[in-house]
């Protein structure tokens, strides 16, 4: 008998490795008795199996068989391990079962015939585990593909709501002004609104306590309220800066209780001069006074829409 250690390799489980060649590895060769043709050519096979020559020791099997039939058990079962060997890059487990399923009919006596019979109960598992991840992967490459297409899709939403942002935002410019900043600390949104229609939107930075509204000078709260804008300054130390009429009766009436200043100076400006080069990144934290911060180019964009007098309503 030839030497199939390691062909049945991934498909076997230990016990079954065991079964098959524990009464191979006790009779050696003998198997290949019978004359020094089919002895030279089994041998032949053996050895193009262990170089890798898969095909071409299937195909020496095959003469051997026609010229030894005395040997067809063994021949069977060495060309279905072969067609079911997972290093051969052509493997045919449906050819393997075909071969053990002949051995099984065609030699009932043989001493091959309960590994056959649990070769062919293996490799029915492994071809149903195969067609069930291959199924798997269509199903991954299916969705895959339709992620793809929602994301194209989305992309060119996006693309579409940018562009009629745009042309909101252009439309504004033309017509010279917003009438209301709205302020919701909670989301850190600025939304410029004209006529209840939302121009544009910006994220924006709080002062370092942002929760509440502000009570007195040095808390680090920015308001909450209705202000407008009364004054406004280009050559701010942030760039531009809008400055919010607080404190408001209500601010001054909780400060006076309180016998504190309610405090002041609270504005809508940009990044401090020497780091504009922060950009959004200084939205990650709430960075200011109490006050309410953009980009530098936002608050240019904010001034040029926003005259004195326009409403600020900050939301909590």
């Known amino acids: 008998m030839v030497k199939i250690q390691g062909r049945i390799g991934e498909q076997l489980c230990f016990f079954l490795l065991c079964v098959i060649f524990a009464p191979i590895l006790l009779s050696g060769c003998g198997h290949h008795g019978g004359g020094s043709l089919a002895k030279s050519t089994l041998e032949e096979a053996n050895d193009l199996f262990n170089q890798g020559c898969y095909q071409a020791s299937l195909d020496k099997y095959a003469q051997s068989a026609a010229r030894n039939p005395t040997k067809g058990d063994l021949i069977l079962f060495e060309m279905g391990i072969i067609y079911s060997y997972p290093k051969n890059k052509q493997k045919d487990y449906q050819k393997a079962l075909e071969c053990f399923q002949k051995l099984i009919k065609d030699y009932s006596g043989s001493e091959y015939r309960q590994n056959s019979e649990m070769m062919i109960f293996s490799l029915t598992n492994v071809a149903l585990k195969d067609q069930t991840i291959a199924t798997q992967q269509s199903q991954i490459k299916t969705l895959r593909q339709e ?10 939403l996006q693309k579409k709501v940018e562009a009629l942002e745009k042309r909101v935002f252009a439309y504004a410019l033309r017509k010279g002004s917003a009438d209301r900043i709205v302020i919701e600390k909670k989301a850190r949104r600025l939304q410029l609104l004209a006529k209840g229609e939302v121009l544009k939107t910006y994220k924006i930075a709080l002062g370092g306590n942002p929760i509440g509204p502000k009570e007195r000078e040095g808390d680090s709260k920015t308001p909450e309220g209705t202000y407008v804008i009364d004054a406004r300054n280009k050559n701010s130390r942030y760039h531009r800066s809008l400055h919010i009429s607080y404190p408001n009766e ?26 504009s080069w922060v950009g959004d990144a200084h939205t990650a934290i709430d960075w200011t006074q109490g006050c309410i911060a953009v980009t530098d180019e936002e608050i240019e964009e904010i001034s040029e829409l926003t005259p004195n007098g326009t409403i600020v309503e900050i939301r909590p």
């Open 250 to 275: 209500k601010d001054r009436k909780r400060a006076e209780e309180l016998g504190v200043s309610p405090g002041g100076d609270i504005m809508i400006h940009g990044i401090k001069k020497g780091f």
């Open 147 to 156: 992620v793809a297409s929602k994301e194209n899709e989305i992309d060119a």
